[in-house]
């Protein structure tokens, strides 16, 4: 007897579903690679174009031996194989009803006359059964022993995966520099958020100073520009000359211009709206009050 169905197919379908399965299991661990080497394609199409061969010396031989049986079972052999093989797949899964006609069952519940047809279940309907278990106990193992289907790493994955395009996004950005930034108002918030993780040791968070001198007064120990926003970007971009520990942040590569750029808006609006009164210092520098102002 010949298999019902081909070996081309099931070879192939197997091989798909092995891909498949180690796709699911392995995509955690780089080891896809040797799956989609093309080397183990190459072997995979080989041995499909072999299959192909051995099936038509198969069906040759068939055909030889069919000839010396009688008239009548050969031609019962030749209708269950006729067609080709989608067509007998297709036949075995959704149970050709004129095949199965006669084979209908018939319950007869006896006291209300009533005939209840009890036929079979489809295949394909059983098969999808049988499908879904098996995904289920592939989903559960995997589920509890391999973290493929967690969704809080999936959720870091994609997380980490979008900071890295903003990241190269903001790279590729131009970035700010003293020559073409300018006081802008709607980067105040950013700017306040960034000036409390890289300046607040020194400054406070409100920038009426600390170690370093308060940024809301009009007292300035460093005068290199005549613009107010400009003299800061400057600042923070060149560090100051006389006193290293204001570093240069811009020059270094510690803050990217763009940054600076916020920072500096906040550290102008400040200086121009929010004075704050000295705490533990004496005005430090020269009071300055006719800057120049670029808007
Ligand atoms: C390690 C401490 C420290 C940090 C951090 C620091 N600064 Fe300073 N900053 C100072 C000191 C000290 C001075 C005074 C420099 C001088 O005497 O010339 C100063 C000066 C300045 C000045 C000029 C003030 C003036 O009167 O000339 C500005 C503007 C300024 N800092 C802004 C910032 C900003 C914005 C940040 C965050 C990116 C920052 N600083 C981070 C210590 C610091």
Redesign the pocket.
Known sequence: MRSKISSLIMIPSSFSIIIFMSYVFFQSYNQLLYITHPITILFFFIIVILLIILEFINNLIFKKKIESIPEKTRKNILDKNDGNYFYSIYRFIFHDPKKYNDKIKKIDHGFDGILELDNDIPIWWLHLFYITIAISIIYFFSFIFLDYSNPYREYKTAYKEQLKKIEIFEKKKPQASIENSYFKKELIEDGKIL?KE??S???QSDGSGN???N?TDN????TVEKDLYKN?FS??WNG?E??P???A?GKSGE?KGNDIEK??SY?YFINQNLKKPLKQKKP??KEILEWKHSK
């Open positions: 000036f890289n300046c040791t020194c400054h170690i370093g001198p940024l007292y300035w120990i460093n800061i600042i923070i100051s006389k006193n520990t204001m570093r942040f803050i920072i500096s550290v430090q520098g």
